[in-house]
């Protein structure tokens, strides 16, 4: 008996440790800084930062622009790449889908027997624009080898020139009702929502998902298992520019007008949300739900500030502190998996 008994003391020694799910620690991250708002608040402005419904539905909405592209760029990184194009891509995207959703009343529609389109139309132009530009950045890195970094650099100057020389750098106002219901209420929200359900499902539990894992983490190795890497890449990367396109159409309705300088510096907030939320710079490692907490992080902190009355330009300071720390610590993360 005693012989057994060691034997399973042994046994449950070496039986490794369940590790609680990695989507925890950010979102007590979450819940810390969150709390911190609320100590300074008190401290310097005599107010409550989480008991106010109106300031936490801001953050909310405000996110929920940022939480779409950073669902795609999600799925970039994971396969060990980058894109800096979707910022530019949201501001193409609203130009284009703008432009057919203006309404008859106005008198300086850009197309004039264009107007009062059905919805669906506006919606898909903004969407399919963004595809094609995702497409185009996964052909570029996936056949001519060009690096990530270079290929979306590359798309961020051509979209933006692109949406300048759409309408000669006008704005394009006079959006329907309908088109601008999309930006309306809780309903940017729920696209982001339901966004981030749709690929959470994709990546766990289907065979895009595990592809795209597999080439993140070893990409000779995935080619080797009989995986198209090539074609998957461009999948990716469309899916990324569609989603960014999808933000675009999201943004003009929000503001019920689009300009060209819709959605600058809206990739780097993407990326940071996305590597706050857990996804390894490295590849190979991400989550859906993480982005998510990554995402409202990022909002709590620009509400945060605002509320505080802290100026613009140390937000941008603090911002990209907490960038360089968290990749600092995904490389932390990654060295700490390798051993």
């Given amino acids: 008996m005693s ?4 034997a ?26 969150a709390l911190v708002y609320e100590v300074l608040g008190w401290i310097f402005v005599g107010q409550s930062f989480l008991m106010n419904p109106q300031r936490l539905t801001i953050i909310i909405l405000q996110v929920s622009v940022i939480g779409i592209i950073a669902v795609g760029v999600t799925q970039v990184i994971i396969t060990g ?19 057919l959703a203006q309404a008859s009343t106005w008198p300086r529609a850009l197309y004039p027997s264009l107007t009062d389109m059905p919805v ?8 399919g624009v963004g595809l094609l530009a995702g497409f185009i950045n996964g052909q570029l890195i996936a056949r001519t080898k060009i690096p990530p970094f270079i290929a979306t650099l590359g798309m961020m100057v051509s979209a933006r020139g692109i949406s300048k020389w759409y309408t000669k750098g006008q704005p394009v106002s006079g959006l329907s009702e309908q088109f601008s219901f999309i930006g309306t209420g809780i ?3 729920v696209i982001f929502l339901v966004v981030a359900v749709i690929f959470h499902i994709a990546l766990r539990y289907t065979r895009y998902g595990k592809f795209t894992y ?7 190795a995935a080619r080797v298992s009989g995986i198209n890497v090539e074609s998957h890449l461009v999948k990716v990367y469309a899916i990324a520019g569609a989603l960014a396109g999808l933000a675009g159409v999201v943004t003009a309705a929000r503001a019920q007008t689009a300009q060209a300088g819709m959605g600058v510096m809206y990739e780097l907030d993407a990326i940071a949300a996305t590597v706050i939320g857990g996804t390894s710079l490295a590849g190979g490692v991400g989550r859906i739900t993480g982005t998510v907490i990554g995402t409202v992080i990022l909002g709590v902190m620009t509400s945060g500030f605002t509320f505080l009355r802290v100026d613009a330009f140390y ?3 603090v911002k990209g502190v907490i960038i360089v720390a968290a990749v600092v610590i995904d490389v932390y993360r990654h060295k700490k998996r390798k051993t």
Avoid at 214 to 220: E, K, L, R, S, T
């Fill in 3 to 6: 012989t057994n008994s060691a």
């Fill in 8 to 33: 399973q003391a042994t046994a449950a020694a070496q039986k490794p440790a369940r590790r609680l799910p990695p989507e925890l620690s950010i979102f007590l991250v979450l819940v810390g800084i």
């Fill in 81 to 99: 790449g980058i894109d800096l194009s979707s910022g530019s891509v949201v501001g193409m995207t609203a130009m284009f889908s703008a432009s």
């Fill in 120 to 127: 669906i139309v506006p919606v898909a132009l903004g969407v």
């Fill in 187 to 189: 309903w940017p929200v």
């Fill in 214 to 220: 597999a080439i993140g983490a070893n990409v000779q």
């Fill in 315 to 317: 937000q941008e300071i």
